[in-house]
C-alpha cells in the first residue's frame, strides 16, 4: 500500500468500524428478539466488510480468509441459528432489559468517548489505521459488556457476547500483520462457543420452560 | 519431542479414544493410563528441555507448572474412577455421560498442558478457553437447576474474560510490531522479551490492564469472582478439584508471563501494586465470606479464592524471595485443595448431601477419612508441619520489612480465614456423628500422597527443589 491512496483507504476503513459502533448501538436498544438477531446479522456483515477492506488495503490477503469466515459464521451461520432457537422456543416476544432506553444509551455514549480517550493518545506513534481501528473496536466491545449487563434473557446475552467477539475481530484485523492463526482460531472457539451456548439454551428451557435468566437466578446461591 | 507428545498429543489421542468407548471401567483405567504418560512426559522435561522454537517452550518458570499440572492431573484421574463408579450407582451420571467426561477430561487436560508450554501468545490464549469451554461442559453435567445456573454464569463470566484477554493480548502485538516488525515474531514470547525495552511503554500498560482484568477473572480475583464458587460446588468433584488445583495456576501463569515482559520495559507501570490490590482485596473478602457457608465445597472454593489472594499478593510483592514464596505456596495450595476436595468428594458421597449442617464427627464414623479432611483443612489454614506453614510465614515476613502495612493486612485475612476453617472443622470432624454411616470403598491414595508432599515441604524442602524454584523465581524478576 502506498501512501497516496492512504487517504481514501483509511476513509473507508475508518467508516466501516463507525458503522460497526452504530450497529452496536442499534443492538443495545432493540426490545424484539426478531430485530435484535436481525441487527445481530448486520453487525457481523459490517465486520466481513471491514475485514474484507483491511485486507484489501494492507495487502493481506490471509485476512480475505477471515473475512469470508465472518462473513458466513457471523453473519450467516449464527444468526439463523438464533432465529431457528427463537423459533422453536417460540420466544418472539418483547425482551426484558434492565434500566430505560434513554440511560442505556447515554451509558453507550459515555463508553464510546472512554475508549476512543483512551486508546487515542497512547496509540498516537501506532499507523493510523490500527489506531482508529483499535478505538472503535474498543468501544464495540464495551457496548458489547454493556448490552450483556442490560439484558435478563440469555438470547440477549449471547447476542451481547457476540457483538463483543466482532469488537474484538476488528481489532485483530486492524492490527497489520497480526498471524491467521489467532483470527481462524477466533472464529473456531466462536463456533465451539456456540455450540456451548446452543446446548445451554435447551437446557434452560428444558429446565425452566423458559430463557429468563430471572427464573435461573431463584436457584442461585446456597440451599436452604 | 517425546516428552513434548506424551504432554500434548497423549491427551488429545486419548480424548477421542475415550469419545469412542463405552464401557465406563474401561475409559476410566484408559484415563488414568493417559494422565501417567502425560505425568512421565512432564518428569523428562527436567532432564532435557527441548530448543524453544515458534510454538513451544520450556523454561525454569513453566516447568514447575507442567510438572504440578501433569501430577495432579494424574492423581485426580485415579479419585475420578472411584468417585465415578458411585456417581453410577446411585443414578446421577449415566454411562453416556461418562464417555462425554472423560473425553472433555482430557481435552481440558490437554488445553492446560497447551497453554503451559504454548511459545506464542495467541495460541496460549486458544488453549485457556479451550480448557476453559472443557470445564463449563463439565460443571453443567448434573444438569440439575444449580449446575445449569453454574454453568450459565461460569460460561459468560469466563468467556467475558477471555475476550478481555484476548484484546490485551492484540495490544500486546500492537505494542511489538514496530519494534519488531510485521507476523509472527510479535507474539512469541522469547522475540517479545528480548525487545521489550523498546516498546512503547502506554500501550503495554493498557494492554496489562485488559490482561489482568481477563485472566485475572479465571484466576478468581475478587471482584471477577462469581463463576468460582457456583462452578466448584455444583459440578463433579473431581472437577472442582482440577479448578482449584489447576486451572486457576494456568491462568496465572498467563499474568505472570505478561507481568516479566512489563517489568522488562522501563517506561511502562509496575504491575506489582495492581496485582497486590486485588490480592489483597480477594483475601480479605473471601475470608469474611467463609464465615458464612453452610454448603462444604463452597467453603473450599471461598478458600481457593482467599490463597489465589495470597498467592497473586505475593507475586505482586515480587522480589527473589516473594517470587520463590509465592511459588511454593502455589504449589503447596494445589497440592492440599485438590487433596481436601478429594476427601469431600467421599464425604458427600457417604452423606448424600453438601450441607455441613447434615455432617459431622468424622473421625468417628470414618476415622481414616476424618482424620485426613482434619489434616488437609489444617495444612490449608497455613499450620504447622505442613507447607503452606513455610511459604505464608515466607511471604509475610518477606513483605513485613517492605510494606508492614500491606503486610499486617495480608495477615489479617489469614487470621479471618483461619478461624472460619477451624470453626467449621470443629462441628464437621469432631462432635456428634451426623448423617448416614456407609463404609467409604474408594481409594484414598491420592489423598495420602497429597498430603504426604505437602507434610514433607512443611518438614524439610529437598535442595534440588529449593534450587529448581529459585531459577524460576529469578525469571520472575
Redesign the interface.
Known amino acids: 500500500m502506498g501512501l497516496g491512496t492512504m487517504g481514501l483507504g483509511f476513509d473507508i476503513a475508518h467508516m466501516l468500524a463507525g458503522f460497526m459502533v452504530l450497529a452496536s448501538f442499534l443492538l443495545l436498544y432493540q426490545d424484539r428478539l426478531t430485530a435484535l438477531i436481525n441487527v445481530l446479522r448486520l453487525h457481523g456483515f459490517i465486520l466481513a466488510l471491514a475485514v474484507a477492506w483491511q485486507a484489501h488495503i494492507q495487502a493481506a490477503p490471509a485476512l480475505y480468509v477471515s473475512a469470508v469466515i465472518a462473513l458466513s459464521v457471523k453473519a450467516l451461520v449464527i444468526p439463523g441459528a438464533l432465529d431457528r432457537i427463537v423459533d422453536r422456543l417460540g420466544i418472539h416476544r418483547n425482551v426484558e432489559t434492565v434500566g430505560g432506553i434513554g440511560p442505556t444509551m447515554l451509558a453507550g455514549m459515555a463508553l464510546v468517548a472512554l475508549s476512543l480517550r ?2 487515542l ?3 498516537a ?2 499507523d493510523p489505521v ?1 489506531r482508529q481501528d ?1 478505538a472503535l ?2 468501544s464495540v ?1 464495551l457496548i458489547g ?1 454493556l448490552i ?1 449487563v442490560t439484558r435478563r434473557n ?1 438470547v440477549g ?1 449471547v447476542a451481547g ?1 457476540l457483538s ?2 466482532n469488537g ?1 475481530d476488528l ?2 484485523a486492524g ?5 491467521l ?2 483470527e481462524l ?2 472464529a473456531f ?1 466462536v463456533l ?2 456456540f455450540i ?2 446452543g446446548i ?1 439454551l435447551f ?2 428451557r428444558e ?2 420452560d423458559t430463557v429468563d ?1 430471572s427464573a ?2 431463584a ?2 446461591g ?3 | 519431542m517425546i516428552p513434548l507428545a506424551a504432554v500434548l498429543a497423549v491427551p488429545l489421542a486419548a480424548a477421542f479414544l475415550l469419545a469412542l468407548i463405552a464401557d465406563y471401567r474401561i475409559t476410566a483405567r484408559i484415563n488414568v493410563a493417559a494422565s501417567l504418560v502425560a505425568f512421565a512426559g512432564s518428569l523428562v522435561f527436567l532432564f532435557h528441555r527441548p530448543a524453544p522454537g515458534p510454538l513451544f517452550l520450556i523454561d525454569d518458570l513453566n516447568i514447575v507448572f507442567i510438572v504440578l499440572n501433569t501430577f495432579v492431573g494424574f492423581t485426580t484421574s485415579v479419585f475420578s474412577a472411584g468417585y465415578i463408579g458411585h456417581e453410577l450407582e446411585t443414578g446421577k451420571l449415566t454411562p453416556g455421560y461418562l464417555r462425554f467426561y472423560h473425553t472433555m477430561f482430557q481435552i481440558m487436560l490437554f488445553g492446560m498442558n497447551l497453554a503451559l508450554v504454548a511459545a506464542n501468545i495467541g495460541l496460549m490464549w486458544v488453549a485457556v478457553e479451550l480448557a476453559t469451554l472443557s470445564t463449563v461442559m463439565m460443571v453443567g453435567i448434573y444438569r440439575t437447576h444449580e449446575a445449569i445456573e453454574a454453568a450459565w454464569k461460569y460460561f459468560i463470566l469466563g468467556s467475558v474474560g477471555i475476550a478481555l484477554a484476548l484484546f490485551g493480548t492484540i495490544l500486546v502485538y500492537l505494542a511489538a510490531r514496530p519494534v519488531i516488525g510485521e507476523g509472527s515474531g510479535g507474539m512469541i514470547w522469547t522475540d517479545l522479551l528480548a525487545h521489550a525495552k523498546n516498546f512503547d511503554p502506554a500501550l503495554l500498560d493498557t494492554a496489562f490492564v485488559f490482561l489482568l482484568l481477563g485472566y485475572g477473572t479465571k484466576v478468581g480475583l475478587v471482584p471477577m469472582h462469581a463463576w468460582l464458587p457456583d462452578a466448584h460446588a455444583e459440578g463433579p468433584t473431581p472437577i472442582s478439584a482440577v479448578l482449584s488445583g489447576l486451572l486457576l495456576n494456568v491462568a496465572l501463569y498467563a499474568l505472570l508471563r505478561f507481568k516479566i515482559l512489563l517489568a522488562a520495559c522501563p517506561g511502562a507501570i509496575a504491575p506489582g501494586p495492581l496485582m497486590i490490590a486485588l490480592g489483597l482485596v480477594s483475601t480479605l473478602l473471601a475470608a469474611l465470606m467463609l464465615y458464612r457457608r453452610r454448603d462444604i465445597k463452597r467453603l473450599f472454593a471461598y478458600s481457593s479464592i482467599e490463597q489465589m489472594g495470597i498467592i497473586v499478593f505475593a507475586f505482586g510483592m515480587a522480589g527473589p524471595l516473594g517470587n520463590l514464596a509465592g511459588l511454593l505456596q502455589m504449589t503447596m495450595h494445589s497440592l492440599t485443595k485438590s487433596a481436601i476436595f478429594f476427601s469431600v468428594g467421599h464425604v458427600a458421597q457417604v452423606k448424600g448431601t453438601q450441607r455441613m449442617a447434615e455432617m459431622g464427627g468424622l473421625t468417628e464414623s470414618h476415622p481414616l477419612l476424618g482424620w485426613t479432611l482434619v489434616a488437609g483443612v489444617v495444612a490449608i489454614a497455613g499450620l504447622p508441619p505442613f507447607g503452606i506453614f513455610t511459604s505464608e510465614f515466607l511471604i509475610v515476613s518477606s513483605s513485613f520489612s517492605r510494606a508492614p502495612i500491606l503486610a499486617t493486612l495480608l495477615v489479617l485475612g489469614l487470621l479471618v480465614a483461619f478461624g472460619a476453617l477451624l470453626l467449621r472443622l470443629g462441628s464437621l470432624a469432631f462432635g456428634p456423628v451426623r448423617g448416614p454411616v456407609v463404609p467409604v470403598r474408594a481409594s484414598s491414595v491420592p489423598i495420602f500422597a497429597h498430603l504426604a508432599l505437602v507434610l514433607l515441604a512443611g518438614l524439610w524442602l529437598p535442595p534440588p527443589l529449593v534450587a529448581w524454584f529459585r531459577h524460576a523465581a529469578l525469571l520472575l524478576g
Open positions: 483512551v486508546m493518545p497512547i496509540t506513534h501506532a490500527s483499535i473496536a474498543l466491545v459488556l450483556m440469555a446475552q457476547f463483543l467477539e474484538i481489532a485483530a492490527a497489520r500483520g497480526m498471524p492463526v489467532v482460531s477466533v472457539s465451539i462457543a456451548v451456548i445451554f437446557r434452560i429446565r425452566f435468566l435461573l437466578e436457584f442461585r446456597e440451599r436452604q
